[in-house]
Structure formats: C-alpha cells, structure tokens
C-alpha cells in the first residue's frame, strides 16, 4: 500500500530529495510540499514535467508550512520528510513534535539515498552556517585548478524561485546570462562571481540531469565543484569534501541542522574568519571539530577586505547593504560591509528602519534581530524595489555595499557608493594548494 507523504522544504533540498527518492517511486504517493525560509514560494506546484507525468500527472502542490498540520490530517499523511538547511536543532524537533502530534512519522533523508554520483571527480564545499565563507573558499579553490591548466565547471545548491520547468537545467557563461535566466538578486550573487572570473557554473532543479550537462559541457569539463547553499550537504558524491566554520558563531558547528553533517563528513575543514574572531571563539571551534572529526584536515583562513573608495567612509554617515541570506536565517549581526565601515573610520552606521518599505519592512520583522544594516533582500520584482525605494528614502552620504554584485546594475542608487570585497587567505599549512596538488595527482589530472 502506497504511502502518503509531504516533504518539508524551502525551494532546494526538498525538489532534489524528491528527484531522488521519490519520483518514479510507486511505494510513495507525495501529496504535497510545503515552504519555508524564502518568501512568496508558496503557492506554486512543483509541475507534471518534473514530477513525472505517470505518478503525477497534475503535479504537486506548494503550500505554506504553516498549515503542516491540517495538510497532514486532511491528506492522510504518513510520512513527513524535512528538507531544508540552516536550522537549530530545537526548531528541528519542535517540527518533528508538530507532525507527530498530527499523527505522522518524521524523517530525514541521508546523504546515501539522495547524492548522485558523477563520472568527474567533485570537490564539494560546504559549511557549518549560511555565511561561513563557502563562496570565497569555493573561488579560491577554482583559480588554484585553473592555474593548473583544468576546466572547472561549477554547480551551485539550487534557489529555483521562479518558473520551475524553465529552470531545470540552467548554465551561466557569461553576465548577460543572469539576466537571460531572470535571476533574483540571491541569485546574482552566487553566479556572477564566477562568471566574472571566466569559469562556468550551472544550477537549476533536476541535479541529475545538471550534473550530466556539466560532465559534457561545450567549454570543457575536468573537475566538478560543488557550491553549496546554506549549511547543507551535497547533492553529489564528493571524492574531496571541505566543510568551513565561523569562529564568529562558535557552537554553531554542533548545534544546527545539517550543518554538523558536513563537519562530520568533511575531508578538510576550514576555520575561516579568524583575522576577526577572539582566540577563545576560535579554539572553541577548533575543540569542537576535533571532538566530532578528529582526522580532518583543518586549515586557518580569513577574509581580507578591499574598498575601492574609503575616502568615501572616513567620518560621513553610511548606510550599509549586506548579504541578505546570512543576516535573516544565517542570523549574523554584521558582514562584511559593517566591517568596512567601521575599519575606515564611518561617522554613523545609518539605521534603515524607520525608512523601510513593503517587503523589507517585513523581512526586519520577520527577523528583528538584524543589526543596524540593510539586507540586500531581491527574491522577486517586489523586493527588488522596495530594496531601491529604502535605500532612497534612507539619508546617509554614502552607501556601503558588501554584497558580491554589482548592486547598482540592478537598482538605481542615487547616493555616493562603496564597494567592499573579501576573498579567502589560508594562513599558514596546510593550505589548499597543497591539499589539491595531492586532489589532482590521485585523479590524475595532469
């Protein structure tokens, strides 16, 4: 007898745990997703052409994960799977009590039934918490390969909010690209790094048929990288696994869902952030690291900032704009635009509060914990102009823009601007170069 099940998600991990485990599945009959995290994901259906017509010959339905409970009665659900990232371990199993209670079983899928195996060697990255430094270790990582010659193609942890079937298997080459694939700004700012450096990276919804298009890719295809989303584990088998951790959040490696996962199965971890971290933080995370994965291999990074203009912030008033990802679920308090600031000397960080409009007036609510910054929220149209009009509306002399874009192509920004960088610096040995140098002689890459 077939089961009844929804899978709980937030427009990523729960598509690919269906892809899967559960489509062509004639054991299991999914009644519905449900959403979280993201806003305005709900209300769609994961459609027919993705879902597998012969199961699911009208698709799947997305409803809020707030009406999880009457979903599992009215349904008769038997199995409810949790499918998404970056979250502590009590909000974990007040879930988990919350489908019980309505009568059906809580599980979570592992890293057996759900990463495809590729005919390229992977490197994955991944991290602890949203905000870790997986970007900048991932670009570090990419330009080591490419100085030796290999054609990496990289494929990032899906955000797939808008037209699923368009976005099935999405490439990007070039900047023209982002726009081509109507990118949100969350998006843009995993992409265009890569693109702008000269290296391929795809990204959509069906990771199987993603990662058969990266393997033939018309540029070339040696090494596959693995960008991960959030705090989760890869879709793919790596043959290299790097976990990062953030000193600044110590405990956060032993206390969030699935973020303990990577720290426990990766190869090599990095320490990053620890040019800003207190030694005491620092050696926190390293105990902690030790205790759970004691053969790892831990390397010491941090994140150097540039500033293309800091004459710009010495004593003016500035509005900062960061990553919206790591401050709303990520929960940092400051980024690296907040860094910026105060290390070059700003007269006032301009709180944007009382200046907010429509959607991000409801992002600081949603999490009135943000600090006296800007998330950089562009999940869709909306957001992306309330993102403009706030900024407009917010007087300071300049704005300080940390997010990995170039925010200005996107909105109209009609006040003096900053930008802030940041790459990844291993400190000392071992460094990356040397655990690749290893990586590329075992698979015989040169």
Not at 19 to 36: E, H, I, K, L
Not at 91 to 104: F, H, K, L, Q, Y
Not at 110 to 139: H, L, N
Not at 371 to 396: F, S
Request: with cysteine.
């Amino acid at each position: 007898m077939k089961k009844n099940v929804i899978i709980i998600g937030a427009a990523g991990r729960d598509f690919h745990n269906f892809n899967t485990y559960f489509r062509g599945n004639t054991g299991y009959n999914v009644v519905a997703f449900t959403a979280a995290q993201i806003p305005d994901i709900d209300g769609r259906k994961y459609p027919k052409e993705l879902a597998g017509e012969d199961l699911y010959p009208a698709g799947i339905p997305i409803f809020a994960e707030s009406d999880l409970p009457k979903l599992i009665k009215d349904l008769k659900v038997d199995d409810c799977i949790f499918s998404y990232s970056d979250v502590p371990y009590p909000r974990v199993m007040t879930m988990s009590a919350i489908v019980n209670a309505a009568g059906a079983n809580f599980m979570l899928l592992g890293p057996k039934d759900t990463m495809v195996k590729s005919t390229k060697p992977v490197i994955a990255v991944g991290a602890t918490r949203t905000g870790c430094g997986k970007s900048q270790t991932s670009r570090r990582i990419i330009e080591i390969l490419m100085e030796k010659g290999l054609k990496v193609v990289a494929i990032r942890h899906p955000m797939p909010y808008g037209d699923l079937n368009a976005q099935k298997v999405q490439r990007f080459a070039t900047v023209e690209d982002l726009k081509k694939h109507k990118c949100t700004i969350e998006e843009m700012e995993e992409y265009e790094p890569h693109v702008v450096r000269g290296n391929v990276i795809y990204a959509g919804v069906d990771y199987e048929a993603i990662v058969r298009a990266a393997e033939v890719d018309p540029d070339g295809c040696d090494v596959i990288l693995w960008d991960g989303g959030n705090n989760d584990f890869p879709f793919y088998k790596p043959d290299l696994m790097i976990g990062v951790a953030d000193p600044l959040r110590p405990g956060a490696e032993v206390s969030y869902y699935p973020g303990e996962v990577v720290a426990r199965i990766s190869d090599v971890i990095v320490i990053n952030k620890i040019d800003s971290a207190s030694l005491e933080n620092i050696n926190a995370v390293r105990a902690n690291l030790a205790r759970i994965n004691p053969t790892a291999v831990v390397v010491d990074g941090a994140s150097p900032l540039t500033v293309d203009k800091p004459e710009l912030i010495r004593g003016k008033r500035v509005l900062v704009v960061e990553d919206g990802p790591t401050l709303t679920h990520g929960e940092m308090k400051i980024g690296a635009g907040v860094v910026a600031a105060l290390k070059f000397g700003a007269g006032e960080l301009v709180d944007p509060r009382p200046f907010t409009v429509g959607k991000l007036s409801e992002t600081f609510r949603i999490y009135p914990n943000i600090g006296t910054l800007l998330p950089a929220m562009g999940y869709g149209d909306e957001q992306v102009r309330d993102l403009e009009k706030t900024i407009e509306n917010t007087p300071c002399d300049t704005v300080v823009i940390a997010t990995p874009i170039d925010l200005s192509r996107i909105v109209k920004i009609n006040k003096p601007m900053v930008k802030v960088g940041y790459d990844l610096q291993e400190i000392g040995t071992p460094n990356l170069t040397g655990i690749l140098d290893e990586f590329v002689k075992k698979h015989n890459l040169v």
